[in-house]
């Protein structure tokens, strides 16, 4: 044996090892590929010795192979062997190879079942640690079941090594095997607070992982995270977990609004720039989440945008490209604040690396506007000039065309401009946007009527000139242009000023070598222009010049008859045969003019890209039915064999049978629909159709407004874009002049008449008048086109499979499958334990509830003492467990809330934590003992002034401290901190016996008015949502009612209980009487009458809040529901049964969700016209106007989708997907709503509820 | 996530390919030479992000590189890495590769590409940063390779010595090809 080993290794002495093998390499440069075939045969023979260290070393010559591109999966078998080995060397360099060269389809992975698992559960550390590693990469959907439990099992494994490891690849797991996230997200969750740091980051690293793609799982979370991120030193860490809260922030405003305060502190403190730019980028995701809701956070944009300017104007050039990234996200959402700094972005244009200079021009896009747009293309046009790489110039030619023709030409204000420039660019060489240049004019002539002449005078320039675009034949080159000025020549041939020469160019022999499909617009396009020149020269003396044309057009069209392109070829012969026709009439002397032109009368339309799309299908009509049986198979067949072009043949007869599965069905309407996407007549085939298609706004009712007469007209040759710019200037002075003297006219109006307000600031981008009104065509739509379009997300998404409920409690079906004993493995192979565990899973939602009421009800008995345990380890551990955002809370009052929800809202446990969550969101400052917490709840305080509108706040404190306490926060934020802390924790104290007070908001006039600070936009007063209920002498009740997000049926009512008397209030039962309509959702099993067990009892002075979830039927209607609160008042002495009445007030108010808006939504949500309309008018409302939309905002849920001025647009929707658009005008303390809706009723109710808030103030 | 971590040299020579996500082998070739293409174009005074190439990811993949001395290293990560943090972690990975191989140079990758492998695998693992402490990094390689070398005893030891003669005659064997400009300024290196 012993002899064995030495003679084995004294084999191996002569053995090749890596080294040796990349030596020799080396040393074959000129014949590597014979080399190292030579080696794969040494390294086969080599594997097959029975010698393991043998193996090892070919095995981990393979690996180096393989990077070199040789595929070595013949070898897997091996690798296995080799992974199996006992030595730590061998198994290292196995399970190197069989990450580097494994994955799903090797067949030999499932041999490795049982030896990952062995190496796993092995006493040394690192063979734990390299299966783990190898199996992170080739984990398979098996893999993760069979493994799922011995892994979440190492996550609890002593060595912080392995538990890091371990937590990483259950992400891995996840993935694969998504039925193990909820089981396993527990210790997971657990995971966030291990005292390793390295296992910390690598918990925080698979959540963030996971939350980035299915982020409302994870809302839930926000509070520890919250906390891992005020307590956190691991820069790792910090940056995953805020990149975490951008990506959640969307989901939650309120979230943002907790964020905001903490994350600017960061920036303001960090000096690790990584860190400081993802801080700057979350915060920019809060306030785009905001901006929807409130425009009040200007402060942390300049901060923002502030910073991002110093990491531009950095000479480290990624943190330019970075900050220049970032800058483009506040684009989209502040594009004010991003404009100022136009002069940098410009200055990123001249930068050396083309990175950047990319970026800046993304930046271009948002910030040009009316004024500017002009200024900004003239210096893009300069580098144009100057760029020397074809794809960076490429770039900027897109890019032009970008910023022109955003938003339906928004900016453009003289379209004859544009037009130079599309012209200018076409003397660009060697570009491949040919097309796109093309298609801009085309779009532009069709769309802009008042352009038509302008742009056919150029394109007929071009058209003379063609020789110089065709220089460049590729596909998509800049001959690509000729195919749009051909075609608008002829299109609009009426305004041509010379068309005979413009017909004979387009007729000119070099043509023929043009790309086939220009060629057949030029054969096309030039029987137009005949039309027209007949047209003209008929009219005048004896037919001789009308024939000469005829006789031109039979001379040159014979070229074209001859081309190899059939569609040339085609129109040309048509169109030959039609002129020779024509001929012959005209030596008869036969007027044909009229008819000719007859031929291509009537206007081609645009059609929006998407509106064949859009057309709904009619009621009652299926395209996939058979119109007739379809025939028996044996028939079919016989048919079958058919030639290639009796296919085409259109059949109008009877439907042909040829035997059609579903496959073949679908790819035949698949080609269907690209053919009639592909064909530009599609939608025109009947004419009458066009009729009904057009939309109320079409092309007639659009003015056809003169051109303005500064601008020449005829340019001679090609036309310099430049000269525009300066035409322009001196337009808009003259238009600033008139306006002037206009406004003075008006003045004097003012005395006489009843004066309107003109508002007399700088010249604002309004104020430009557009030298064309920008009169564009819209596109046509079918006429009950569907409004949205649902992008429906990649099926194919690994991650689509983890959106699972994290929060639901865990069935008992629901356990990772664990490899059991022997003798239930002699009945089951692994695979089928894994299978009938799934299965289980599967089963009918059932037996799950039934396990969980069971569970319930061991919780109801279990959870009190659990609870208690809890407190106590918690407050074993730290301190400070106490401020622990999520449970921690565990002072009695919210434990019970905390069980409470779960009994009174019982459909899903989930509300529990949602309800916690919302209660952590809603109560910015948290009372808390550590200075830590106090800080940033102080923070959060001095900066929730400006924002105090902030929806949920109940936190409003007694009046007069709070207003103390903010003319201190205005006065001195800093200096005073510490008094500031003291001060408020006494508050906290104070209010901890006061708690939550709600007045109503009437007091907020007042406030503002004490506040007297006069700025330009005053600090919003704090509001309250909450109304009275009821209120005795024991008891008061106070309410509020949202909206449920998740079902379109359910509201929930919460109502805060306050004990007003000296005794202990308990038993309370909350009841309410059901109408048809509206139903108060109780637990399963107890009757329709049955009140609700308010799950917690009041001790004297404390309040406390419960949540009832109610199920409507309708929500056009406001309703009452009449209801009970019972409950026992118990002294120390005697306890006394009381009641109180209450009446539920359900307004239509309470139905709508403020959401989210953009304007182009907006907008089309308006044009779409099945919205009603209504409108009110407040007297005599004295706020200021951003007051009144924070009031609207926020007692009645909607959202600012665009405010100018003293106008502002504002959305909302019911849980029932009804649209809300409000148009808020405020004049002279008048204020007039002018409202939409799909729902009159509502709309009406919606608009007497806002009248009433209204007359209340 | 990472998506990819390629070293290669000033030619495109591959010293390191990990893929954490499954491509043949013609196609990892591919997207090396394409990345090679798009990195080796670039001033080493420009920005080390680079939009992804069409190959590799899509959109949301970005090509976060540093050029030392000979060797790119290249990562392609998706955004949900910071784009700092990963320049942070390149100079870890190099500046742990120094303390383990001694000076390290391209030889070293060359030689040792299963060693630097090792190294890398206590790094990132399956496409997820593990470790980002470089004296945690290096005990653990250490550790491991104490191991190996415990393991080795009788019958390692005529191998070793018969790869110390082999080395001997090795002309080719300069370490003045240095990663030497390890020390660029990293913004933000210093917390971690």
């Known amino acids: 044996m012993a002899l064995k080993i030495v003679k084995g290794s004294i084999d191996r002495m002569f053995d090749k090892n890596l080294q040796d093998l990349v030596r020799g390499i080396r040393n074959h440069k000129e014949d590597e590929a014979k080399y190292i075939s030579t080696c794969i045969d040494e390294i086969k023979q080599e594997l097959k010795q029975d ?236 306030l785009i989440s905001l901006s929807s809701g409130m425009p009040n956070h200007s402060a942390s944009i300049q901060l923002c945008v502030q910073k991002l300017r110093i990491l531009i104007e950095d000479s480290d050039q990624n943190l330019k490209y970075l900050g220049l990234l970032a800058m483009s996200k506040i684009l989209k959402t502040h594009p004010k604040s991003v404009q100022s700094h136009k002069d940098l972005i410009l200055q990123c244009l001249d930068d050396k690396d083309e990175s950047i200079r990319l970026r800046a021009l993304d930046l271009l896009y948002g910030m040009v506007s009316k004024k500017n747009l002009m200024e900004i293309v003239k210096k893009l046009m300069l580098h144009v000039d100057k760029a020397e790489g074809t794809t960076y110039r490429d770039e900027l030619l897109t890019k032009i065309i970008d910023i022109c023709s955003q938003s339906n030409y928004q900016y453009i204000t003289n379209f004859e401009w544009y037009i130079s420039i599309l012209v200018e660019l076409t003397r660009l060489e060697g570009t491949r946007h040919g097309h796109l240049i093309a298609s801009q004019m085309l779009d532009v002539a069709i769309r802009v009527k008042a352009i038509r002449i302008f742009a056919v005078a150029q394109m007929a320039t071009l058209l003379d000139n063609a020789h110089l675009l065709t220089g460049n034949m590729q596909r998509n080159g800049i001959c690509e242009v000729l195919y749009a000025a051909a075609w608008i020549c002829g299109e609009f041939s009426e305004h041509l000023e010379n068309p005979m020469q413009t017909l004979e160019a387009m007729l000119r022999p070099k043509v023929a070598t043009l790309p086939g499909h220009i060629q057949a617009v030029y054969v096309q396009n030039a029987a137009k222009l005949f039309a027209t020149v007949l047209k003209s020269q008929e009219g005048n003396t004896e037919g001789t010049p009308a024939q000469e044309t005829s006789q031109l057009m039979v001379e040159r069209l014979p070229l074209f008859v001859q081309s190899a392109n059939l569609e040339v070829q085609e129109r040309a012969s048509c169109i030959l045969q039609l002129v020779k026709y024509i001929q012959k009439l005209q030596q008869k002397d036969v007027e044909v003019a009229e008819e000719v032109s007859a031929l291509f009368a009537g206007e081609l339309n645009p059609v929006a890209p998407k509106a064949q799309k859009k057309v709904p299908v009619p009621e009652g009509l299926d395209l996939d039915a058979w119109i007739n049986e379809p025939p028996s198979e044996s028939e079919s067949e016989d048919e079958q064999p058919k030639a290639i072009f009796t296919r085409e043949e259109p059949k109008h007869s009877r439907p042909r049978h040829t035997e059609v599965d579903e496959k073949e069905l679908a790819k035949r309407r698949e080609v269907r629909k690209q053919e009639q996407a592909n064909n530009p007549f599609y939608i025109k085939a009947s004419p009458s159709s066009q009729k009904v298609y057009q939309e109320t706004h079409g092309v007639e009712h659009i003015p056809v407004v003169q051109i303005d007469l500064s601008v020449p007209l005829k340019v001679p040759g090609l036309p310099m874009s430049d000269q525009y710019v300066k035409l322009e200037e001196e337009r808009r002075q003259k238009d600033r002049a008139d306006k002037k003297k206009k406004k003075k006219e008006k003045r004097k109006d003012k005395r006489t008449g009843r004066g309107k307000r003109h508002d007399s600031g700088p010249e604002s981008e309004e104020d430009i008048t557009p030298a064309h009104m920008v009169d564009i065509v819209t596109e046509e739509m079918p006429e009950n086109a569907l409004p949205s379009d649902d992008d429906d997300k990649d099926p194919n998404d690994p991650h689509k499979a983890l959106d699972i409920d994290l929060d639901k409690p865990l069935a008992d079906s629901e356990k990772l499958p664990v490899r059991s004993h022997r003798a239930a493995e002699a009945l089951k192979s692994p695979g089928e334990d894994g299978d009938a565990v799934s299965a289980a899973t599967l089963e009918p939602r059932k037996k799950r509830s039934k396990e969980k009421r069971e569970e319930k009800k061991k919780d109801k008995d279990g959870d009190r003492k659990k609870s208690k345990e809890e407190k106590k380890k918690k407050k074993h551990k730290h301190e400070e467990k106490e401020e622990n955002l999520l449970s921690g809370q565990a002072d009695e009052p919210v434990v019970q809330s905390e069980e409470s929800s779960q009994v009174a809202a019982p459909p899903t446990s989930t509300s529990a934590e949602v309800s916690d969550l919302d209660f952590w969101l809603s109560n910015a400052p948290v009372p808390s003992n550590t200075q830590e917490a106090a800080t940033v709840a102080a923070a959060a305080e001095a900066a929730s002034v400006p924002e105090a509108v902030s929806g949920t706040a109940p936190d409003s404190e007694p009046e007069e401290p709070k207003d103390a306490e903010m003319e201190e926060t205005k006065s001195s934020k800093h200096k005073k901190k510490k008094q500031k802390k003291e001060k408020e924790e006494k508050e906290k104290k104070k209010k901890k016996k006061h708690h939550h007070h709600h007045r109503h908001s009437d007091a907020g006039g007042e406030e503002s008015v004490q506040n007297g600070t006069v700025e330009e936009e005053e600090p919003l007063p704090s509001m309250s949502n909450y109304c009275l209920l009821a209120e005795n002498s024991y008891i008061k009740m106070v309410y509020d009612i949202q909206g449920n997000l998740q079902d379109g049926s359910q509201v929930v009512v919460s109502v805060i209980f306050e004990n007003k008397c000296d005794s202990f209030l308990k038993s309370m039962e909350f009841n309410v009487l059901d109408s048809l309509n509206s139903k108060l959702q109780r637990p399963e099993g107890s009757g329709p009458h049955d009140g609700l067990t308010v799950p917690f009892q009041l001790p004297p002075g404390v309040s406390n809040e419960a949540r009832f979830v109610f199920t409507m039927q309708s929500i056009v209607m406001p309703q009452k529901l009449k209801g009970t609160l019972t409950f026992i008042v118990k002294n120390d002495d005697s306890s006394t049964h009381e009641k109180l009445d209450f009446k539920l007030h359900f307004t239509c108010t309470s139905y709508l969700i403020s959401t989210p808006c953009y304007s182009d939504a907006f907008a089309k949500l308006l044009e779409s016209g099945d919205l009603k309309s209504s409108s009110i008018k407040l007297e005599a409302v004295l706020m200021p106007f951003h007051h009144l939309l924070a009031r609207i905002c926020f007692h009645h849920h909607f959202s600012v989708v665009e405010r100018i001025d003293s106008c502002a647009s504002m959305y909302s929707r019911t849980i029932q997907g009804h649209h809300v658009c409000l148009l808020v005008k405020t004049a002279d303390q008048t204020v007039s709503i002018d409202a939409k809706c799909d729902e009159p009723t509502l709309l009406g109710n919606v608009l007497d509820e806002i009248k009433q808030t209204f007359s209340q103030c | 996530m990472i998506k990819a971590i390629l070293i290669f040299n000033n030619h495109g020579k591959p010293r390191l390919i990990r893929f954490y996500q499954y491509f043949a082998e013609d196609m990892q070739q591919q997207i090396i030479r394409e990345t090679f293409h798009l990195v080796s174009k670039r001033d080493d005074n420009v920005c080390n992000f680079l939009e992804g190439g069409s190959l590799i990811g899509g959109s949301d993949y970005k090509l976060i590189y540093r050029h030392y001395a000979t060797l790119y290293f290249v990562f392609c990560v998706d955004s949900s890495e910071s784009e700092l943090g990963i320049l942070d972690l390149i100079q870890v990975f190099v500046e742990t590769l120094d303390k383990c191989f001694e000076n390290v140079c391209e030889l070293d990758l060359i030689f040792h590409m299963d060693k630097v492998h090792y190294i890398l695998q206590e790094v990132v693992m399956g496409g997820m940063v593990l470790e980002t402490n470089m004296n945690e990094i290096v005990a653990q390689v250490e550790l491991q390779n104490r191991m190996e070398k415990s393991e080795g005893g009788l019958s390692g030891a005529p191998a070793r010595a018969v790869s110390a003669v082999k080395n001997m005659n090795l002309p080719e064997m300069p370490r003045n090809i240095n990663i030497g400009d390890i020390n660029i300024k990293v913004p933000s290196l210093s917390p971690f």
């Not at chain 1, 797991?173 to 396993?184: G, I």
């Not at chain 1, 995971?191 to 390295?198: A, H, I, S, T």
């Not at chain 1, 520890?224 to 989901?251: C, D, E, Q, Y």
Request: glycine share 2%; hydrophobic share 45%; with cysteine.
């Open chain 1, 51 to 286: 010698n393991i260290a043998v193996k090892a070393n070919a095995v981990c010559k393979l690996t180096y192979l393989q990077m070199l591109g040789y595929d070595v999966s013949w070898a897997a078998f091996n690798i296995v062997e080799v992974m199996s080995s006992s030595k730590f060397t061998y198994k290292r360099i196995g399970y190197l190879a069989a990450s580097q060269c494994f994955h799903e389809s090797t067949d030999v992975i499932m041999l490795t079942t049982n030896q990952i698992r062995k190496d796993l559960s092995s006493p040394n550390q690192y063979d734990t640690g390299v299966a783990l590693t190898g199996l992170s990469c080739f984990v398979t959907p098996d893999l993760a079941r069979d493994l799922a439990n011995d892994i979440m099992t190492l996550m609890s494994h002593t060595k912080p090594y392995i538990r890091k490891k371990a937590v990483l690849i259950m992400y891995k797991v996840f993935l694969k095997y998504p039925e193990s996230l909820r089981p396993a997200f527990p210790r997971l969750k657990e995971k966030l607070e291990d005292p390793d740091p390295g296992v910390q980051s690598a918990a925080v690293n698979v959540i963030c992982e996971l939350a980035r793609r299915n982020p409302k799982n994870y809302l839930s979370l926000a509070p520890l995270f919250f906390k891992l991120m005020t307590s956190s030193t691991n820069n790792w860490v910090l940056i995953k977990i805020i990149k975490l809260f951008g990506a959640l922030t969307p989901l939650e405003p309120r979230l943002g609004k907790k964020l905001i305060e903490p994350l600017t502190n960061l920036i303001h403190s960090t000096s690790a720039m990584s860190l400081l730019y993802e801080c700057v980028n979350t915060v920019i995701a809060v």
